[in-house]
């Protein structure tokens, strides 16, 4: 939260993987920094990943639609996140449940065959769907790469109703290095000791090497 307002941010949304229990904490010292503080997740389930924000408590589901039926129970806003980085593919029924598309990604990949960032932003625009914006930090430094600029809010609750409405005014965005999304991965696979983790890892680092040479 200190580290966020040193930022000049106003606010932040904090989506762990699948999990809920920080937040509590969160929202204690983002009013201590008098931050806003949106409550959300990021959820792993059988059609992709998907955030919750503006949630209330943690979503168990796995399944897609479950997941999606309780975030918007809570009054929460459904987001598909990098939408090009991810294995499952989208389909109409996907785009008709979510409320906003991640249309900038501080990690989304870059090459001469595939902007996921610009992609996204297209299908967003072709869709009719309200957009977001995620640094997808996993380390302090890259709190604030991913930002949405929207009106002057006092509440959670204004907020909110600007996103939902696509009252963002511009996309603040700033490109994450590889190096860090290869330190991520490994951290991850040391704290979860799973093989697949570094199997999708090899998948999108081939993907990027192939967009590097056809680059050259």
Known sequence: MKY???????GVAITDHNKFDGIFEALHLAKREGLLLVPGME??????????LFLKEEVT???????VRDIKRQGGLAVLPHPYKRANEITASILDEIDLI????????????SDCNLRAQELALNNGKAISAGSDAHFLREIGRGCVDVQTVSNIQELKHE???????????RQSSAQIEVLSQIVKFYKLRDLNILKNFSFNLCIQLRGMLYKR
């Open 102 to 113: 991640e249309v900038f990604n501080a990690r989304g990949e870059r090459s001469s065959i």
């Open 163 to 173: 996103i939902e409405t696509n009252q963002v005014r511009r996309i603040v965005c």
């Open 61 to 67: 589901k796995q399944n897609f639609k479950d997941a």
């Open 43 to 52: 959820i792993a389930t059988n059609k992709g990943d998907i955030i919750g």
């Open 4 to 10: 966020a307002k040193l930022k000049g941010l106003a």
